[in-house]
């Protein structure tokens, strides 16, 4: 399996950015996607998920839009009203054994993406 996240980039405060993860070698149908982010001196952290439904961690709810388009094996990230906090390495990555309890570990996930920068100035 092979993973590919684009669209990161520099946004100002308030900005949108929309990061896009495709695959190869496994459907998005049929495992659980999710993204997660690290910035630097921190501990990589869950920022959306997707498997029958989509999962959000507090500090983007309402804000960030996780989505499946199965005709092309991607999922979507919609940035909106992005702060200074949310700059990051986004990555996406792909479990096949995840269960809802662990959506939110890092260490649940199988394949992992290179990552996309992300920069919102201030």
């Known amino acids: 399996v092979q993973l590919q996240a684009s669209g990161g980039g520099l946004v100002e405060t308030g900005g949108s950015l929309r990061l896009s993860c495709a695959a190869s070698?496994?459907?998005?149908?049929?495992?659980?996607v999710g993204w997660f982010r690290q910035a630097p001196g921190k501990e990589r952290e869950f920022v959306a998920g997707?498997?029958?439904?989509?999962y959000y961690a507090d500090s983007v709810k309402g804000r960030f839009t996780i989505f499946r388009d199965n005709a092309k094996n991607t999922v979507t990230l919609q940035m909106n009203s992005l702060e200074p906090e949310d700059t990051a390495v986004y990555y996406c990555?792909?479990?096949?054994?995840?269960?809802?309890?662990?959506?939110?570990?890092?260490?649940?996930?199988?394949?992992w993406g290179p990552g996309t920068l992300v920069t919102v100035s201030s």
């Open positions: 990555a792909v479990g096949d054994r995840i269960i809802m309890s662990t959506m939110r570990e890092p260490t649940a996930y199988d394949y």
């Open positions: 070698g496994r459907a998005f149908r049929s495992t659980t």
């Open positions: 997707f498997r029958w439904r989509e």
